[in-house]
């Protein structure tokens, strides 16, 4: 009996991208099942689209056996991340309870605010007001909670343009993170020594503070026996133009995951851009440049697709 499985209902970033292009991999956005041991307690990862399928299953799977008592926990609130939240049809049953964690940038706003701005009736027949099943929202930082059951779960602060938390939850000796949506910390004083204003003293504290931030990164998701991490772009598309955009490139998603002694790597947050073939291509090509000299297992998500340690 596994301790830990998870299930890809949404493996896209930005925006869903269904069509003949996306068919293998799937296009909705950002959604994760996760369960827990035998009972299977069942957690949320982002109610990005993928959460609509989510729902279907857990009215077939879960409601059968009683109430809905559940966490969905939002890495952030961008739109691909949380536009699925009401098309989650557990919402719209009184004797559901819900618990949603998630990061919120502003001091004077709130969960409950930013997803109920999307439950109004000019984008939206239902109000948040309206929601039938008990929910409560939970403003979220860093740090470590203890969920009940020996499960635990510890937030991250990542690097994206808006507040992101990754989450490592730790159950029965085994441990799953995400790491999305995110880039590696570069220094923020990185300019040309003839550029005006050059400060060498600023960009060598630049430089400090950046690798400082990338090790308690790496910290956090060592010895992960699985790790989900964005990678929305290849190292070439990155460097041409995407730098300072919020997403990791393949390249380096597999050296963070090699220097983090990861398990099992799956490679998240596709580009919607991106198709079937290209994906394939890369996995092929990620995976040959491991082979043989480490131990690390790549995979690239797929809706569907279910990893248990
Ligand atoms: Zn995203
Ligand atoms: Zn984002």
Known sequence: MSAI??????????????????????????????RFGEAGRLVVID??????????????????????KTQLFLTHTHWDHIMGFPFFIPIFIPTTELEVYGPVTYEDDNL????????????????????AAKIRYHDLKEGSRDLGDGLWV???YLNHPILVLGYRFEYQ???????????????VFDVAPDAPGYDAEA?????????????????????????IHDTQYTHQEYLAGKVGWGHTSFEQAVNA?????????????????????????????????VAGHSTLQVFIAREGMQVEV
């Open 173 to 187: 000796g085994k441990v799953l993170c995400t790491a999305y949506d995110t880039e590696p910390f570069r220094n």
């Open 257 to 289: 995951a090699h220097r983090a002694g990861v398990k099992r790597l799956l490679l998240f947050h596709h580009d919607p851009d991106r198709s079937d073939e290209e994906l394939e291509r890369l996995e092929r090509r990620i995976r040959a440049s």
């Open 5 to 34: 499985r998870v299930r890809f209902w949404g493996v896209r970033g930005s925006v869903p991208c269904p069509g003949p292009k996306t068919v293998k991999f799937g296009g909705n956005t950002a959604c994760l099942e996760l």
């Open 112 to 131: 409950n605010e930013i997803l109920g701005g999307m439950l109004k009736y000019r984008y939206w027949p239902v109000r948040l007001e309206e929601l």
């Open 154 to 156: 510890t937030s991250k």
């Open 203 to 227: 960009v060598k504290e630049g430089e400090a503070a950046a690798r400082e931030e990338n090790e308690k990164v790496s910290r956090f998701f060592q010895g992960a026996d699985i790790l």
């Open 47 to 68: 109610a990005g689209t993928g959460i609509r399928e989510l729902a279907a299953h857990v009215m077939k799977t879960d409601l059968p056996r009683g109430p809905l």
